[in-house]
């Protein structure tokens, strides 16, 4: 059972920058970075695929990125100009298999989850 374990969330004033990493027991080549609000339902946020093709939801395009390192099996997340609507906990993901093409930001793709990160941005 592959096992994925985010770090690096906390508090951060609103224009401020975190760093999510996620380590992961296997090897991907498929991950996305998830987050739920309190009464929100869950958002894809980022994903990384085949190539490094990376895929973004709007509300984060220009200010998240998401990168790779596959010698470690450590995706991360650099989130940049953050908002107070960013607040939420950020969940890591795998899939069982990763197709060519644009990674899904489809929660129901993707089968290994990581416990959560709280991420909480103050105006």
């Known amino acids: 059972q592959a096992q994925l374990v985010e770090s690096g969330g906390g508090s951060v004033q609103a224009g401020g920058s975190l760093r999510l990493s996620c380590a992961a027991s296997l090897s991907f080549r498929c991950m996305g970075w998830f987050r739920q609000a309190p009464g929100k339902e869950r958002e894809g946020v980022a994903s990384i695929g085949r190539g490094d093709v990376t895929s973004y939801a709007d509300s984060v395009k220009g200010r998240f990125t998401v990168s790779k390192d596959s010698a470690k099996d450590i995706v991360y997340l650099e989130m940049n100009s953050l908002r107070p609507d960013d607040t939420a906990v950020y969940y890591c993901?795998?899939?069982?298999?990763?197709?060519?093409?644009?990674?899904?930001?489809?929660?129901?793709?993707?089968?290994?989850w990581g416990q959560g990160t709280q991420v909480t941005v103050t105006s």
């Open positions: 993901a795998a899939p069982r298999s990763c197709p060519v093409g644009i990674p899904s930001l489809q929660g129901d793709s993707y089968h290994y």
